[in-house]
């Protein structure tokens, strides 16, 4: 049988509360005490403010034949201590962004063409083929 005057214990909050296996990890904060006294509240600290991401990349796709898409990943292990692409989408960026250059350099006097939307270009195989 259990009194008023006797209570549980507050349960103990674990060191690895709100930790995540992929960020790294926070400082250690210092623990409140276990008990307070009567009548005190508890203390909220703020929540921090999140990054925002520096760098938002979007998934684009494309057909490609087999062969030449191990010519791409062949080209990108041989280079890549020397040129610099670590990744098959780093090294298409990379040519896609270079060949993009040398058209805005050619049909638009440098400048950047207008921004198109991803469903503004033609899909799918051209009538006829």
């Known amino acids: 049988?259990?009194?008023?005057s006797s209570r549980r214990p507050a349960p103990r909050r674990s060191s690895l509360a709100g930790q995540s296996p992929v960020a790294p990890p926070t400082p250690p904060t210092q623990e409140e005490p276990e008990t307070a006294p009567p009548g005190a509240e508890r203390q909220e600290e703020a929540p921090?403010?999140?990054?925002?991401?520096?760098?938002?990349?979007?998934?684009?796709?494309?057909y490609q034949d087999p062969e030449d898409t191990g010519r791409v990943r062949g080209a990108i292990l041989h280079?890549?201590?020397?040129?610099?692409?670590?990744?098959?989408s780093q090294f298409i960026n990379d040519a896609v962004?270079?060949?993009?250059?040398?058209?805005?350099?050619?049909?638009?006097?440098?400048?950047?063409?207008?921004?198109?939307?991803a469903r503004e270009?033609?899909?799918?195989r051209p009538m006829g083929e």
């Open 1 to 4: 049988m259990t009194t008023s």
């Open 48 to 62: 921090r403010p999140r990054k925002k991401a520096t760098k938002y990349r979007h998934k684009v796709s494309f």
């Open 79 to 88: 280079t890549m201590t020397t040129e610099g692409a670590r990744t098959l």
């Open 97 to 117: 962004m270079a060949e993009v250059e040398r058209l805005e350099a050619k049909y638009n006097g440098g400048k950047p063409f207008p921004s198109v939307g």
């Open 121 to 124: 270009l033609p899909q799918g």
